[in-house]
């Protein structure tokens, strides 16, 4: 578990008396939400519960557990995430300097994989203590799905606990949030998130950790990734924008992860917008000047609309026609605002 979640974790104790069937921990992409809950899992099925909460490590139960095969334990997570270990996969995210192959696995989790948790639930313990689902993210459930698990948690099955997170609550069925317990799992501090980020050899880890909005695991990816290159071309682009510009950076990035190249420049966006309103930047502290520059000229009329477009366009981003077209139309559509 990680320094930030202990207070968490206390809380968390508090509902083990009267254990809710269904619990969705939610938070900011970047936490640790996946960890968490996959920790809370093996309490609930260890059968040596140590005074604070924590599983044993070492009764039968846990061994299982840690050997990714418990017969009372169900992990269900889009079939993108299946090669990933357990954890902070919850957040989705391919590693940002990865193209994406052109037979990708689906980032959905699909009403046969709610369906195959049936025989599981209908049949008894193997230890006749809890059964548990873990599921992640939550806003991957595509609407058949969404529709199968909500009748599971509208009539749940006796000593079975579902845990949920989700990185959007905003995204989920209104039906579902409404038949789980939400249990928040907020961002850290900026300092422990960073002393967290030192601790584990990170280079520059505060321009990571700004550079993902606090979120320490976030970081820890990026900077693991080695997307840095192409996050400084973006990012050099932005600061300078210009036709010619857009087209040779375009062809550089053409091959980079496109998800990760619009939330890129969302955050720049978010920048240039918040030092306009507010004197203020977050994301990229490194390049305070040019953003000051851009927030001096360019209409916040502008900047409103080419932050409703970039979001228009992530909906699309995994599935482009063309990647360097796509890229091309994204840098001449900001050229066009900011230049």
């Not at 025989?119 to 548990?132: A, C, E, P, W």
């Not at 039906?175 to 980020?197: D, Q, V, Y």
Request: proline letters at 7%.
């Amino acid at each position: 578990m990680y320094p930030w979640q202990v207070d968490a974790w206390s809380r968390l104790q508090q509902m083990r008396e009267r254990l809710p069937h269904a619990i969705l921990f939610h938070g900011p992409l970047g936490v640790g939400k996946a960890d968490f809950m996959e920790t809370f899992a093996q309490a609930l099925l260890c059968e040596n519960v140590r005074p604070d909460g924590h599983a044993c490590g070492e009764c039968a139960s846990c061994g299982w557990f840690l050997q990714n095969n418990h017969p009372d334990y169900r992990r269900v997570r889009p079939e993108a995430l299946e090669d990933e270990p357990a954890g902070e996969a919850e957040e989705g995210a391919e590693p940002a300097g990865k193209a994406k192959s052109s037979k990708a696995p689906s980032k959905e989790i699909k009403i046969e994989q709610i369906r195959a948790l049936a025989d599981f639930m209908n049949i008894s313990t193997h230890r006749q203590g809890l059964r548990v689902v873990v599921l992640y993210p939550a806003e991957a459930l595509n609407m058949p799905a969404s529709n199968a698990l909500l009748k599971t948690l509208e009539e749940p099955p006796p000593g079975t606990v579902f845990l949920l997170a989700s990185n959007s609550l905003d995204r989920l069925l209104p039906t579902i949030l409404s038949r789980c317990r939400k249990f928040a799992l907020p961002m850290p501090a900026h300092e422990e998130a960073l002393a967290w980020l030192k601790a584990q050899g990170v280079q520059d880890a505060d321009s990571w950790l700004r550079e993902q909005g606090g979120a320490p695991l976030a970081a820890l990816r990026e900077s693991e990734s080695g997307s840095r290159e192409d996050l400084d071309t973006l990012l050099h682009f932005l600061a300078t924008p210009s036709v010619d510009g857009a087209l040779r950076t375009a062809d550089k990035l053409s091959k980079a992860a496109l998800p990760a190249l619009v939330a890129w420049q969302q955050r720049w966006l978010y920048d240039v917008l918040s030092m306009k309103l507010s004197g203020r930047i977050r994301y990229y502290p490194r390049y305070q000047r040019e953003v000051s520059q851009l927030a001096g000229r360019v209409p916040t009329a502008k900047l409103n609309r080419a932050i409703k477009g970039l979001g228009e366009r992530r909906a699309v981003a995994d599935h482009p026609l063309s990647a360097k077209l796509f890229v091309e139309d994204m840098l001449l559509e900001y050229t066009s605002c900011c230049a």
